[in-house]
């Protein structure tokens, strides 16, 4: 029995895709203004998704997938992992139809088991372990996360849309590339994640994260900016004085880390070190957070890309909204923090971030390590000056009860790292925690 075909007009052409062998759901679960009049007249949702990715031949092509005998995008994947796709988009949509309840779809165990212990495929960065999982793991994990992807886009879950995204930045968020790789030449052939990348958690836990904390904002970057805010909640990770152990991953994260699982960085865990039991939302550091703030945007369609300075500290970028960070610890940075206090505002969570193109002056690519090293976490310094950071007013305080003057004081010994006297007093640095100790007795607390 022939195959019943899906044709569709694109451009001056008619091209046909093989009809789903099952129908799970009826269109009407998708958003007819998303999907576009003639993919809403489709059979069911897995004929209308084949439709529209005929009519977004850039989301189709970024949809790049590779198992031990096929790689390719998705005009040509193999008819066992569409269906597979098929089948988690479907458990998607009813989900977000559903209104994302409480009970999310859990597709695999998180954190994700190990397949065996690390490995080092080829090739391979030199000294580094690899998280290794079974091929049915691997694509149950990336399968599960482009099916979210999708479903998000087409049930109009966000007010903004990945059509919007160029081939790049859709590539950051549907390849299996960007979360994995595939290693045939190790001990065991399978799924591979690097050192120092997340283990994901399943999308329908992370979106209920989202939307627990009331993360999930009026469009795209206030939902950053509202991620950005929650991060305040995160610990750098650290090491112990004397403690000979290199790796101390497992103290914050457990055996099995690295990686790090999202799902423990959200949750939070006890530290089991050498030093006193602490909970906490541990980060692996600038690194960390910056994997974390892709691993986890990635559920909600929205991409980052990873980049490094020259003094390998960690600055995100968000492309689709030229955001950047100046430092990846920025979120838990205490020089940044400012309390309200009637009278003088405070810094809206955007304001941390700089546009793409000033990233790109701050950290030239000719620069030197020094004025990398001076430069990182800029604008977190900016924020402090400019609102009178709490961080800075304690120092002032001490100041002002030595009276030091504002060279041989304790303010300016903490920000000379990122400016000179004389330009911090043209920042209006001292009128401002001078204007702000007076209104608010500070120091009298």
Known sequence: MRARLICVALAALWLCVPAPAHAQLPVKYLSKARLGVRCFETANTNAALDCWLVYHPDVAGAMFYQDSVFTGTWPTWPSAAKSQLHVLFDQMVAWYHAGMPAAYPKQYPIPIPPGGPPQQPTPSPPGADEFWMTEAMGKRVYLSHLANSLAAELTAAYPWTITQYTPSELTLLLSMNDMMFYGSNAPHPGYFIQYDEPSPATPGFTVTFFKHHNLIGTDAKDTVGRLFAWERNLTHDYVVAGDPNPNIFP???????????????ITGTVYSGPSTPLFGHFTAGCSGTQYFMKSV????????????????????????????????????????????YPGFSTPAPLEYFVSINELNQLFPASQSWDACTQTVGIQVANIAIKYGSDSLMNLYCQDLASQADHASGQVYGYMKWYYPLQTLENMGLWTTLDAKVTATNFCGM
């Open 251 to 265: 103290y914050f994260w457990g055996p099995n880390s690295p990686p790090v699982p999202d799902s423990m960085v």
């Open 297 to 340: 945007l990635r559920s909600v369609n929205i991409p980052v890309q990873l980049n490094w300075v020259t003094c390998t500290h960690a600055t995100p970028i968000f492309p689709t909204l030229d955001l950047a960070m100046t430092h990846g610890d920025d979120p838990y940075d205490s020089l940044g923090l400012v309390s309200p």
